[in-house]
């Protein structure tokens, strides 16, 4: 099976680097898998999990939102937080639910009259907590 | 001519001065080496990001609906300038050469009759311009806190500037920081970042790309966050830079306190010939008398 270069960067740090045959990327309007002759595609992403599949066996990210760029021969994410799953701990978890409750709270303050950045945190934090349960850990009510 | 006991004073001073700046410019070295890494590792996500972003952009330029961060606000009256510098001094002219850089440009502006507003990042640049620009302070984000620099950083300050823009307090932002080349060179730049401009690659193959959600959307999303990375790489060139001007200071104050160590203590040693030769002169001429 042909191969597709993928790429995982933060701000921070280059997170991976291999040869993969299929990405499953949290993407903004729905869950896509990439595979090799992918049609040429950017997609903005939402909090999730990030699963690469190569030779080796697979590997998950938790990212936090950035985007993807797809290409027939390689897929590029910029991620704006990204950690490998096995990373993110419970206070991590805890933290990013956190920010996520903070950040929607802002929003209603803010835009008292404006209902769509209050939805946009709404779903932020949404997905923050269903996170959760693809990497079982639960978020603090 | 100094008396023995000074010129011993002297010299141990002297002494202790060189050993502390020897310990900074070694402190200085392994600071670099961590600066120089951060700001490598964060270099390929910047490279895609302005890729991705210069495709954006070129698409959507000139277009009536283009988000005001990419177009601007049709004006460019009022002018913010973000001068970054560092919170410690003591190293070279490393905060002088961006504060000369951003008073003369913001004396530029004022020239032409433009308002002129400042916000600081870094005690240092901030005690340096003061005095100039003083009156256009205003705000100032204090990073002396901050043991390692993180996106989180970038974006707080992001944020900051974004809020101001959302309440048109300015029209066009600019960052003042010093792009590293190497341990003895740094480069003050100034770089507009609202409203954001970025390098199109003519040359690059064109992909036609599917955008999910709308291109306008991603745009939307992106053009801030665009503001966030050139914050954080800015910083992270200026940590580096920072840390490479004060090695190079710190190795030539270290050379300067040695020069000066001989010399003192060849002046010493003379001086405590001199002394010898007064009281054997003393005794002869004293036993001659007799």
Known sequence: MANLQFDLVSPERRLAQVQATEVQIPGADGDMTAMADHAPTITTLRPGVLTVVHSGGSDAYVVSGGFAEITATGVSVLAEQALPQAEVTQDIYDQMVEDAKAAYGRAQETFKNEPGPVDDAAKLLSDMVAIGGHIGLTAKT | ?290
């Open chain 2, 1 to 290: 001519m100094p008396n023995l006991k000074d010129l011993k004073n002297r010299i141990a001073s002297v002494k202790s001065t060189r050993k502390i700046t020897k310990a900074m410019q070694m402190v200085a070295a392994a600071k670099l080496r961590r600066a120089q890494d951060a700001a490598e590792s964060s270099r390929p996500y910047t490279e895609r990001f302005n890729a991705v972003m210069a495709g954006l952009a070129a698409g959507s330029a000139g277009s009536e609906a283009a988000p005001k961060l990419l177009s601007g606000t049709g004006s460019d009256q009022v002018q913010l300038l973000i001068v970054m510098t560092a919170e410690r001094g003591l190293c070279g002219g490393f905060n002088g050469n961006i504060a000369k850089l951003a008073k003369a440009h913001a004396a530029k502006l004022l020239a032409e009759g433009k308002t002129v507003k400042v916000l600081t990042v870094g005690k240092k640049g901030r005690d340096a311009i003061k005095r100039d620009l003083g009156d256009h302070f205003v705000g100032h984000v204090d990073l002396s806190a901050v043991k390692r620099l993180g996106y989180a950083d970038a974006q707080g300050i992001a944020k900051d500037v974004l809020a101001r823009f959302d309440g048109e307090e300015f029209d066009v932002a600019t960052i003042f920081f010093a792009r590293f080349e190497n341990v003895v060179t740094q480069h003050p730049t100034a770089q507009q970042i609202i409203p954001a401009k970025f390098e199109t690659t003519e040359d690059a193959e064109a992909t036609l790309y599917d955008y999910e959600p709308s291109e306008e959307e991603i745009l939307a999303d992106l053009l801030p966050r665009g503001v966030a990375t050139a914050i954080f790489s800015a910083l992270l060139e200026n940590a580096a830079s920072e840390q490479g001007a004060r090695m190079s200071a710190m190795d030539n104050a270290t050379r300067n306190a040695g020069e000066m160590i001989d010399k003192l203590t060849i002046q010493y040693n003379r001086s405590r010939q001199a002394v010898i030769t007064n009281e054997l002169i003393e005794i002869i001429s004293g036993a001659e008398a007799l």
